[in-house]
């Protein structure tokens, strides 16, 4: 009993503080479940141990986000999910991603002037929503995956919905930034706000008309959201709204659909990693870093010189990331040359554009890590593209050992700043690229009707030199969600760490100047070493939200980003 309590306690929560809702009093199921909310990981537990899927956890996880976390996911959004089928070993995603209304044209982010609009100014309203994803997605994933019920899946949300959670410190936290804005948004402020002001930590919301749709879907199932009365809540929000007024239709929403996708994997020293595909730039990118450090001894490095190996992963993350800028849309509008940009004697030439001695000198009017030439690639521009930090990821593992990986999002804190029955609506358009061209050639992502933006989230599979899965997870961080993943890739399979301690590590990203090192942490001490190596160093905040499991000699067991306040929980067999 002391063993098994000490296993619990790895991961995070012992079983007794989330009661399970097992269908008989006696039933106890092995399974893990991790997420960013407590409220989250709790109703995907009980639906493990109620001998429920990891299909039917996560799903029922992401109908909980909707409530208790809405400033970063929901059925308003969109997502990518990954699946293991634990008996035949198979891997399938689902994209689940927001499109483009019909109406929208390559213009739809320029001024009157024909310039693009400013980020900050293009994201409330309507313009920036996309036709929601989740719900077709979840409606594919229980049809293949599924075991419980579709009615039992929506029970924990419903019931907090109806009866009401408590804010969190990072929900209070993200109302407080938007109060000036949310005068504009009296809706929001109806149901975030208290006396006047933010919702302090503690405060109990209720949003019995999200509990209404909540039921409506529990009982007409997916096409209740995309017709009717929610397609024209939602059509209306985005008609009216008190900034950037634009047209969602009733023909948007019955054109759209989820896809299934093959995942995009490739090997990693003994490892296989797979992710997803098109339109998310997660696998190519995480793939691309990680073909382009393999040469090196990463461990000994780490061990020996820090500093040298955060620099050999900052070029690699920058060369990466040019690629990303330049090749990466969704492949149902654009050649997008995965396999090229994953071939192994492509990234040795990246490869070897990196120095152990030293950063890439930076000459002036001359890009100082320009993209690449991958094999199968079209001759085009690269152009920035923008995602907001929000974000949500969770993970849930079965006793059959099927596991559920899936990144949740409408993009930035609280999407668009609209609400239909109670819901948030995403602002995913805004990571479609404004300008359609950069020195006259079309841009991949711009803004096209019926098309998907392209996004950064990431959720990941890792299986061993057996084929067997022992890491899943992914994070939130807007186009940073990358290199959180990344970097808890590196820790676990170079660094020998537990996925908890791979996750804890210190977080990079860059700017156009150099390397961005998160501040407070050990790399921040490391500062004046990478500046040694011809960095352009500074600190910043660096928040990540990493969930995940890993598998144990004793079992799956589920972690979460000691930046969170996130929980996973695991019964072991």
Not at 384 to 402: L, P, R, Y
Not at 539 to 553: R, Y
Request: proline share 6%; aromatic share 8%.
């Amino acid at each position: 009993m002391k063993k098994l309590l000490t296993l619990f306690a790895f991961s995070f929560l012992t079983l007794s503080a989330v009661p399970a809702l097992a269908t008989s009093a006696s039933a106890q199921y092995s399974g893990t479940a991790a997420s960013a909310h407590p409220e989250a990981t709790k109703a995907g537990f009980e639906i493990l141990q109620a001998g429920g899927s990891a299909t039917d956890a996560a799903m029922a996880m992401m109908l909980v986000l909707t409530v208790v976390e809405p400033q970063s996911s929901g059925i308003g959004g969109g997502g990518f999910f990954l699946h293991h089928d634990g008996k035949t070993g198979w891997m399938e995603t689902i994209d689940g991603r927001e499109t483009a209304p019909a109406a929208a044209s390559s213009d739809w982010f320029l001024d009157k002037d024909g310039q693009p609009m400013g980020y900050r100014s293009a994201i409330p309203g309507g313009k920036s929503v996309g036709v929601p994803g989740n719900m077709r997605l979840m409606e594919m994933a229980h049809k293949k995956w599924g075991k419980l019920p579709w009615e039992k899946l929506f029970k924990p949300a419903i019931k907090l919905a109806e009866q009401g959670y408590a804010v969190s410190a990072p929900q209070h936290d993200w109302i407080k930034r938007l109060e000036k804005l949310w005068v504009d948004f009296p809706a929001m402020q109806k149901l975030y706000w208290r006396d006047g002001a933010a919702a302090p930590r503690g405060t109990i919301i209720k949003n019995p008309e999200l509990g209404t749709l909540l039921r409506e879907l529990q009982a007409g199932g997916a096409d209740a959201f995309y017709t009717g009365k929610t397609v024209a809540a939602i059509s209306a929000a985005v008609a009216n709204a008190p900034s950037n007024p634009s047209t969602l239709t009733q023909q948007d929403f019955a054109n759209y659909s989820a896809i299934l996708r093959a995942p995009v994997c490739s090997s990693y020293r003994e490892y296989r990693i797979c992710g997803m595909g098109p339109p998310s730039s997660g696998a190519t990118t995480v793939l691309q870093i990680l073909g382009s450090i393999e040469r090196f001894d990463m461990g000994a490095l780490y061990k020996n010189e820090p500093a040298r190996a955060w620099h050999v992963i900052g070029e690699a993350m920058q060369l990466a990331y040019a690629d990303r800028e330049k090749y990466l849309a969704d492949q149902g509008f654009v050649s997008v040359p995965v396999a090229g940009l994953i071939d192994k004697r492509y990234l040795a030439k990246r490869s070897a554009l990196i120095s152990l001695q030293g950063a890439r000198t930076r000459v002036p009017d001359v890009e100082t890590y320009p993209a690449g030439s991958p094999p199968g690639a079209t001759p085009r521009t690269a152009a920035i593209s923008s995602e907001v930090a929000g974000t949500t990821h969770f993970t849930a593992v079965d006793k059959q050992g099927n596991i559920a990986n899936m990144t949740s999002t409408v993009e930035g804190p609280f999407g668009s700043q609209l609400l239909a029955r109670g819901m948030v609506l995403n602002n995913e358009l805004t990571d479609f690229t404004f300008a359609p061209e950069k020195n006259g050639a079309p841009v991949a992502n711009r803004v096209q009707a019926g098309k998907r933006p392209l996004s950064s989230m990431s959720p990941t599979i890792v299986y061993d030199a057996n084929g067997q899965p022992i890491l899943a997870l992914g994070s939130a961080g807007g186009k940073r969600i990358i290199m959180h993943v990344t970097k808890t890739l590196i820790g676990v399979l170079d660094y020998g760490m537990s996925l908890k301690d791979a996750m804890a590590m210190p977080n990079i990203y860059f700017n156009q100047s150099g390397l961005i090192v998160e501040e407070g942490s050990d790399l921040e001490k490391l500062q004046d070493a990478l500046t040694r190596l011809g960095h352009v160093v500074e600190t910043g905040g660096l928040p990540s939200k990493l969930a995940g499991a890993q598998k144990t000699d004793a079992g799956w067991v589920g972690a979460v980003d000691p930046r969170s306040t996130g929980e996973a929980v695991s019964r072991l067999p």
